[in-house]
């Protein structure tokens, strides 16, 4: 089985192999998750590896597409059964909590609870058809009953009982997501902290929107994090000469956080891991996600691969071959100046790859 290193050593080379088009590696990274990887949420969150296959499954190369289908198809069933068993587990120690007392009356004729036992008889006997209250308020009853079953009382109340609501979160199955309405946070109440500028209150908003999304922190941490950034910005940029470069960091910032396919910057942000200093001082392509990164070096490579002025007229030939998909339906071009080497550009027609040599 695959660490956790190893995993996340995977997904760089998959997101380095997409980038390329190297559709042999990509395949090959692929059928080693599928055969290495048992999926559950914690690994899944961790590794970000389900983000990186899942995007996959829209890919030009249709072997890396249905493979992609099928690897996040198996990862659903592995999460699901390991709910299930988590389920099943808790379920079995409920049911052996429940059961564990009723021995005790039927095995002792002669003690004084003669009457008891017709009623948990005629209790369990009309469990199956009775709704699912009417079970809870039996095995209540039984653990109430015997005074061995009386310590695992208290968690039943303690769930059930009023508390404060656990953090918003986005499920997996995918929900709305969060914001400072559906967190109950407000901006600009007076409170302390506040302003009083609308629109330096919107931008707190925006961004804390952004960094909620689909974050499991605490509303406090969010809120702390919005109202650093957006005051490091105001510090860096006052009225009335940085007004437009203000808002246009903000808009920055905020494009970037929102991004769906960059949770990586959201989560460093909110757990401190980028300071407020730090973020202000990134352009946006380093803000950018690491797919991101891998295609604008793709990008680059292949302009500077392209920027030969003038070329000479291009022949194919079966001379050169293909170091990826070792075919020999190559096109190549020759070009040579005053105080270097003849410089060779060969082209594969069958991937398309690319290189030079002298």
């Not at 890396?64 to 390991?82: C, F, H, I, P």
């Not at 910005?233 to 903000?250: E, F, H, L």
């Amino acid at each position: 089985m695959a660490t956790k290193a190893d995993i996340q050593q995977l997904r760089k080379q998959l997101i380095s192999a997409t980038g390329d088009k190297d559709k042999h590696q990509a395949v090959s990274i692929l059928k080693r998750l599928k055969a290495q990887v048992v999926a559950t949420d914690e690994l899944l969150r961790e590794t970000k590896i389900g983000i990186t296959v899942n995007k996959l499954r829209n890919n030009d190369v249709k072997e890396v597409a249905d493979l992609a289908k099928e690897l996040v198809r198996k990862w659903k069933g592995d999460v699901g059964q390991s709910g299930s068993k988590k389920t099943t587990t808790a379920a079995a120690g409920s049911a052996s909590t429940s059961t564990a007392p009723s021995p005790s009356p039927a095995a002792t004729p002669a003690s004084p609870a003669p009457k008891a036992s017709p009623a948990l008889s005629a209790s369990s006997s009309a469990a199956p058809s009775a709704p699912a209250p009417e079970i809870t308020t039996t095995v209540t009853t039984t653990t109430t009953t015997t005074p061995s079953a009386a310590a695992p009382s208290p968690p039943a109340p303690a769930s059930s009982g009023p508390g404060p609501a656990p953090p918003v979160r986005r499920q997996s199955s995918g929900g709305p997501p969060r914001t400072h309405k559906s967190d109950g946070v407000r901006f600009n109440d007076g409170s302390k902290g506040d302003t009083g500028d609308k629109t330096r209150e919107k931008c707190c908003e925006l961004i804390y929107d952004a960094l909620a999304q689909d974050s499991g922190a605490p509303s406090d941490l969010i809120f702390q994090r919005a109202r650093a950034l957006e005051k490091h910005v105001w510090t860096q940029n006052p009225p009335p000469g940085g007004t437009a470069t203000y808002r246009n960091k903000m808009r920055s910032f905020y494009l970037n956080l929102k991004a769906a396919n960059n949770p990586s910057l959201r989560e460093d942000v909110v757990s401190g891991e980028i300071s407020v200093v730090a973020l202000y001082e990134m352009d946006p392509k380093d803000m950018a996600s690491d797919e991101r990164k891998a295609e604008n070096r793709k990008l680059v490579a292949e302009n500077l691969f392209k920027a030969q002025a003038a070329a000479p007229q291009q022949a194919e030939t079966d001379a050169f071959q293909c170091g990826k998909c070792k075919q020999r339906r190559c096109m190549y071009y020759q070009t040579r100046s005053a105080d270097e080497p003849m410089t060779t550009f060969v082209t594969c027609l069958s991937c398309q790859n690319r290189w030079k040599f002298s």
